[in-house]
């Protein structure tokens, strides 16, 4: 592409279409930020510029309070002993995984983990067994397959797992495993556990310690109403000293953090929304009784709420066989319950999904969660005679 | 911390004090954003905005035109084989140093690098050698220091470096090194040249393969008008099946950037930003200009430049002997500097600093420079009994 006036019109503003819709994407919902962060955004939008004040560490800047953020208010969060601002929650499992492990090791992932956990783990060198899922309708998370699993690789590999790793809940069908549970068995092996709660830290009650925890995750973007792309990280005591472990060239820089980490206005949002989100993880069971009743109204259409039932988070996966009968025959195919759904000004259910679906009932509320159900049962009136 | 009304006040959304000083730091001048970006800011802000319309891979979105940006505009803008964007300079460097090297492995250094390549590097474990300067006051890298470094790490570890880095510029003298000849050095050896262009990159013309560099890596919110953290990377096609190899458990997401990087506003504000940011690096002949004319008038104050002369970019080094003297005698003591260059709106020279300091001009016009340029002048002035 030659850098002509011509080609560079692509770039420059670009409009978002999306703005306005009621998003019910699962990695939309709780990411929206709260009016404090937008004002934060433009605010700090300047490249470095909460390093107007850094005596060269990121999470030691009194002014604006990042040290009291990161060193006082996350770890009470989290509920562990130290906590770090990363680029994400796979940045932060990374983090652990490639200080907690060495090339050729192993780790257990449960059986829902998130794609980006294989690769942080394929990165880090890591060996995966998983621990299998009961599979459809309940994709149930049994905690003694982590005993097997672990049980497994010190067979094979002669060393048990330097980790385990337990999505809590998993990005498909939002199931909350046992995590306390799971952990209690990995303890009973000594392999320390990562919690990847990027879809529970900023959304609901957790707390790293009551878990059992050595190590959670969390994402400002997905769940913690901040701009992206930014993560939280909560680590043990016991394991700190690895995983936070300084520079031998430099001795204030932390090495798996490369320095410094959320460097600009990511992080200035996730202050801004935090007295929100932590005021909005104590309305968690209003969440939960909103999710259940919206599954309930899909279920009376007919549709099929698969994994965990009742269910316990905003996060859920439908099955609707009649969505998928009316794709095979309406001329926009497969593309018809995007569109229609477009129309009446919904967005989040991938495009040319209609089988199988998941979304997302978080932050939107009775009102609009009442005009998405509207929506799903005029579309089903739409084609009743398809 | 206990996370009640009261302490929570401390969060939620914050004033940036210095928003609207002339700022000289080096790590904010060319990071402050153009009107677009600030404009794309608000309107993508959200979590995982651009995911509205993701197929699985960041970096092949196409609306908005992320595709294009990555894999058409970028490339010809460093002028290499194939590019990502990055959360940062530094997660680019370790991306390549992650990939090119081994644990064991050895990295060759220049003295001038970034602290952030001597963390990248320790977090690959890498084991580093150091091509020296010749110190005071130039600080000048002779490009056949390169192969001495590479002889001396075959001889002691029986095998060459995997890799070798020049900072281009450095971030203490903004000097530019002969990196084409450094990269001719390197590959005499067969050994791949990374360029730290955190600095050039968006500032001025720059060109991977003109270098002969294969990799080069910059930076968004350090010189390309975008809000971090994020970073570009541009790599040869020699190398690229390597850094930019797929996972075997996800057969569309890249292992080294964990799937996705920039995976928010950050991509946003840097496209916004592109096209302003494409013109200013063909207006760098005035950058440089400027740069020489501000250097001239501290030296006739009695202030003497460090590094390259005459110099060729906007960050510089200052020896000021005199705000040394003022600062041992006055009560304000190491800040009376930074609190009188605050008195008249001028932020950027570390607080405490006084007998040596780094600035930047980029950006800020021979208007701004002067009133710059004059304060120093009056200060000089204030304290001439003392």
Request: contains cysteine.
């Given at each position: 592409m030659k850098l002509d006036d011509s080609s560079l019109q692509k770039f420059g503003f670009i409009k978002r279409e999306t703005l306005g819709s009621i998003n019910i994407d699962p990695l939309q919902t709780g990411g929206r930020l709260t009016e404090a962060a937008k004002q934060a955004l433009v605010e700090w939008?300047?490249?470095?510029?909460?390093?107007?004040?850094?005596?060269?560490?990121l999470d030691q800047i009194k002014k604006p309070p990042i040290y009291d953020f990161v060193h006082k208010a996350l770890p009470e969060f989290l509920d562990c002993d130290e906590a770090r601002v990363t680029n994400g929650a796979r940045e932060s499992k990374f983090a652990v995984m490639h200080s907690i492990g060495k090339p050729g090791d192993w780790i257990v992932l449960d059986?829902?983990?998130?794609?980006s956990s294989y690769v942080a783990a394929e990165r880090a060198g890591l060996n995966i067994k998983t621990v299998p899922h009961s599979g459809s309708p309940d994709y149930y998370l049994d905690p003694e397959g982590y005993a097997t699993a672990i049980e497994e690789v010190t067979k094979e590999s002669g060393k048990p797992p330097a980790l385990a790793l337990v999505t809590y809940?998993?990005?498909?069908?939002g199931n909350l495993p046992d995590a306390r549970k799971i952990a209690s068995v990995c303890h009973q092996y000594d392999v320390p556990l990562l919690l990847n709660g990027a879809y529970a830290v900023g959304r609901m009650p957790v707390s790293a310690k009551e878990i059992g925890a050595d190590f959670i995750a969390g994402s400002g973007h997905k769940s913690m109403a901040a701009s992206g792309p930014i993560g939280v990280l909560g680590v043990s005591e016991e394991y700190a000293p690895i995983v936070l472990r300084k520079s031998k060239h430099n001795k204030v820089k932390e090495v798996e953090f490369l320095g410094c980490t959320a460097r600009g206005a990511t992080v200035m949002t996730l202050i801004a929304s935090f007295p929100d989100v932590v005021k909005r993880v104590r309305n968690w069971d209003q969440e939960v009784e909103n999710a259940r009743w919206f599954s309930a109204r899909l279920e009376e259409m007919g549709f099929i709420q698969r994994?965990?039932?009742?269910?316990?988070?905003?996060l859920m996966f439908f099955e609707a066989p009649r969505f998928y009968e009316i794709s095979e025959k309406v001329?926009?195919?497969?593309?018809f319950l995007y569109k229609d759904l477009k129309a009446r000004n919904i967005h989040g259910?991938?495009?040319?999904?209609?089988k199988y679906f998941k979304l997302s009932t978080f932050g939107l509320g009775r009102e609009k969660l009442e005009v998405v159900a509207d929506s799903f049962e005029d579309i089903l009136k739409k084609y009743e005679d398809i």
């Open positions: 939008g300047d490249g470095y510029s909460v390093c107007d004040f850094c005596g060269g560490v059986g829902l983990a998130h794609y809940p998993d990005g498909n069908y994994g965990q039932k009742p269910h316990s988070h905003d001329k926009k195919g497969r593309y259910i991938k495009s040319g999904l209609t």
